[in-house]
T-cell receptor, first 108, second 112 residues
Framework: GQQLNQSPQSMFIQEGEDVSMNCTSSSIFNTWLWYKQEPGEGPVLLIALYKAGELTSNGRLTAQFGITRKDSFLNISASIPSDVGIYFCAGSHNDMRFGAGTRLTVKP | SQTIHQWPATLVQPVGSPLSLECTVEGTSNPNLYWYRQAAGRGLQLLFYSVGIGQISSEVPQNLSASRPQDRQFILSSKKLLLSDSGFYLC???????????FGQGTRLTVV
């Protein structure tokens, strides 16, 4: 099946800094999605991208669907302590696959 | 609005015992349904997905099986649990057509 390579694996940043993470794949996807998961809970959808080249924002979050349909990035601007969690990318092409996640720690 | 229910929230089972985890969706029809497993500190591994009643696709050979007896019900089962079956199991639904998926709260399974 399709494999998604998500990086970085973890990030330790200071409150107020910007964050960037990305996902790449050898396969194309019709949809790219970004989720956030907090301990003991299911992932929550942050942003959904449906078209190659699409750039979408949700508050301080911005994500883009790569033009080749094989990659996506997520940026978080001006991080705050509640941004802490694990962020997952996901690609959908008939079924839905997930990256390994980026664990974000924000120091006040 | 659509909701997804997954239960139980936590489960401790002995090795060799059977398993049945249930997931139901409300407020939609003919959803795509998914079962994922997440090991501690790891990503989500797709176990099964279903595009309709009785239609199950399995991603990895394993000790588990899935069934979809009704349109909005997805069940994950095992006849005999192994220690390696421990993990966080997540059910999800999507409208299909490569749309976004929405997750249940998960079941923490510990096999002892």
């Amino acid at each position: 099946g399709q494999q998604l390579n998500q990086s970085p694996q973890s990030m330790f940043i200071q409150e107020g800094e910007d964050v960037s993470m990305n996902c790449t794949s050898s396969s194309i996807f019709n949809t790219w999605l970004w989720y956030k998961q907090e301990p003991g809970e299911g992932p929550v959808l942050l942003i959904a991208l449906y078209k190659a080249g699409e750039l979408t924002s949700n508050g301080r979050l911005t994500a883009q669907f790569g033009i080749t349909r094989k990659d996506s990035f997520l940026n978080i601007s001006a991080s705050i302590p509640s941004d802490v969690g694990i962020y997952f990318c996901a690609g959908s092409h008939n079924d839905m696959r997930f990256g390994a996640g980026t664990r974000l720690t924000v120091k006040p | 609005s659509q909701t997804i229910h997954q239960w139980p929230a936590t489960l401790v089972q002995p090795v060799g015992s059977p398993l049945s985890l249930e997931c139901t969706v409300e407020g939609t029809s003919n959803p795509n349904l998914y079962w994922y497993r997440q090991a501690a500190g790891r990503g989500l591994q797709l176990l099964f997905y279903s595009v309709g009643i009785g239609q199950i696709s399995s991603e990895v050979p394993q000790n588990l099986s899935a069934s979809r007896p009704q349109d909005r019900q997805f069940i994950l089962s095992s006849k005999k649990l192994l220690l390696s079956d421990s993990g966080f199991y997540l059910c999800a639904w999507s409208p299909g057509g490569d749309r976004e998926a929405f997750f249940g709260q998960g079941t923490r399974l510990t096999v002892v």
